[in-house]
């Protein structure tokens, strides 16, 4: 396998905001040997892909800011989880540790399985595949984004890293009281730890304004990402945003559906007004 299916950066032709932007779920190149082995086939592998995030969050670099791509699967390998977070289920060779949820729910930095948990192998794969993938895929990704975040501490005097995520509409089901209105968009700050309130508040803004209902840390607080990047006493915020899917695809056929380019329209503007956030005249508000 090639490093090349690591990730996608695009830059800016002048950087102009502290703020980056990220996807890290949105990745679709799929390794022949990987589709072979897998005990799906190649539409149900990519239900835990964060389809079309890439493409909706695409104007970022008109508005001065970086855009950092995984190109590698989730189901592949998840960028969102810690190299460390190995599942001995699913790989050979891994001494079981002290209890992790995600790793339990077959969700570790290799995935056991894809939505609703159907398992992706029919058995394990070699800790040498797993320590190849993290060697080759992870971490040029999160090398690259420990690079724009430390430009963007360099430029400005802080950073700012949007996440950007796509979430089933399924996982909405128990969010707000039964028959009351469900979040078009979850903001994760990890409950605080991971950004400053004025940074998550300008980001609740640039959404709702443009007509979108959003919650914060429910169902959805941030992962590995938000708490390895987002140290808001140090002047680095993270903040994990998951768009319901259902607004502008099919989920089942995983194509756009009919509202697919005027929320792409909409999203356009709201990318503007977060870029915004990391321009040198809000850093101070921002810092607050």
Not at 17 to 45: C, I, K, W
Not at 49 to 60: K, M, Q, R, S, T
Not at 225 to 248: K, M, N
Request: proline share 7%.
């Amino acid at each position: 396998m090639k490093t090349d299916i690591s990730f996608k950066l695009q830059r800016p032709a002048e950087r102009s905001t502290s703020v980056v932007f990220a996807s890290p779920h949105s990745g679709r190149m799929y390794p022949v040997a990987f589709l072979n082995r897998s005990v799906l086939d190649e539409h149900q592998v990519r239900s835990s892909e964060d389809a079309f995030v890439d493409d909706l969050f695409a104007p970022v670099v008109e508005h001065g800011a970086p855009f950092l791509m995984a190109q590698a699967p989730r189901a592949y390998l998840d960028l969102n989880r810690a190299p460390e977070e190995l599942d001995p289920s699913v790989i050979e060779g891994v001494r079981r540790h002290a209890h992790n949820p995600r790793i339990a729910s077959g969700l570790g930095v290799i995935p056991r399985v894809v939505s609703n948990g159907r398992a992706i192998y029919s058995g394990k794969l070699p800790l040498a595949e797993a320590h190849s993938r993290i060697a080759t895929v992870w971490r040029p990704y999160h090398d690259t984004l420990q690079m724009l975040m430390d430009e963007a501490q360099s430029q400005f005097g802080e950073a700012i890293l949007i996440d950007c995520h796509s979430m089933p509409h399924e996982a909405l089901e128990s969010v707000g009281p039964p028959g009351g209105a469900r979040p078009d968009v979850v903001l994760g700050d990890r409950f605080g730890a991971a950004a400053a309130s004025s940074v998550v508040d300008q980001i609740e803004q640039a959404f709702a304004a443009a007509g979108f209902k959003v919650a914060r840390n429910m169902p959805f607080a941030g992962a590995y990402i938000c708490q390895t990047y987002g140290r808001p006493s140090r002047r680095s915020h993270a903040v994990q945003v998951e768009i319901d899917r259902s607004l502008y695809m099919d989920e089942a056929t995983i194509t756009p559906n009919e509202n697919y380019e005027p929320v792409k329209a909409v999203l356009r503007d709201v990318i503007g007004e977060l870029a915004k956030i990391g321009r040198p005249e809000n850093a101070r508000v921002a810092a607050e």
